[in-house]
C-alpha cells in the first residue's frame, strides 16, 4: 500500500510540473496553464492557446479570460442575460448542450456549453463549421469573469478536460 501512495504522489508531482502558473496582476486573477499551451496576456484579458496542430489545425482553439464591471448585478441576473441576451445575439444559431452550477476555489460559478454554426473563407475554400463553447462566469467584488473554451465540435472532446483544469484553477487574486 505504501508503495502505491508514492506512485501515485509521484506521477501528481510530475503532472504538476508539467503545469505552469500564470497570473494577470492588471486583470486580479491566476490559472494554471496545461503544458504546451501558450499565454498571451492582453491588460486585464487573457488568452491560453491549445498546442497547434501544424496543417491540421484550421481553428486556433483557446480559452479566454476576461472581466468587465457587474453594475450590482447577481451572479443568476448576469448569467440569465448572458444566455438569454448576449450571446444569441452574437452567436447565430446558438445552441445549449447543457448548463450548471460548480463552486471553484470558493467562488460560485454559472456555466454553460452551447454550440454555434457560421461559415466563412479558409484561403480561396467556402467552409462550414460548427464551434462549442464552454463558457464560465465568476462573481466576485462586483466584477464579473468570463472564461470562454471554444473549439470546432469534432475537436472540442479532445480539449475538454484541459479547459477544465484551467477553469477549475481559476483564482481571484485583489
Request: aromatic fraction near 12%.
Amino acid at each position: 500500500m505504501r508503495h502505491l501512495i508514492l506512485l501515485i504522489l509521484c506521477f501528481s508531482i510530475l503532472d504538476a510540473s508539467a503545469q505552469q502558473a500564470f497570473q494577470n496582476k492588471k486583470g486580479g486573477y491566476q490559472i494554471i496553464v496545461p503544458e504546451r499551451w501558450t499565454v498571451e496576456p492582453e491588460d486585464e484579458i487573457t488568452s491560453v492557446y491549445a498546442p497547434d496542430e501544424e496543417e491540421m489545425d484550421t481553428w486556433k482553439e483557446k480559452l479566454e479570460i476576461s472581466l468587465t464591471d457587474a453594475n450590482d448585478l447577481n451572479l443568476e441576473d448576469a448569467f440569465n442575460f448572458y444566455i438569454q441576451d448576449d450571446l444569441p445575439t452574437m452567436y447565430n444559431g446558438l445552441k445549449i448542450v447543457r448548463q450548471g452550477e460548480e463552486v471553484i476555489n470558493g467562488l460560485d460559478t454559472k456555466w454553460v456549453l452551447f454550440s454555434f454554426s457560421g461559415s466563412g473563407t479558409l484561403g480561396t475554400t467556402e467552409v462550414s463549421f460548427t464551434l462549442y463553447n464552454l463558457f464560465y462566469l465568476v462573481l466576485k467584488n462586483n466584477k464579473l469573469y468570463m472564461l470562454n473554451g471554444i473549439a470546432e465540435k469534432d475537436y472540442y472532446q479532445k480539449l475538454e478536460s484541459d479547459y477544465l483544469k484551467i477553469v477549475r484553477s481559476f483564482q481571484v487574486t485583489k
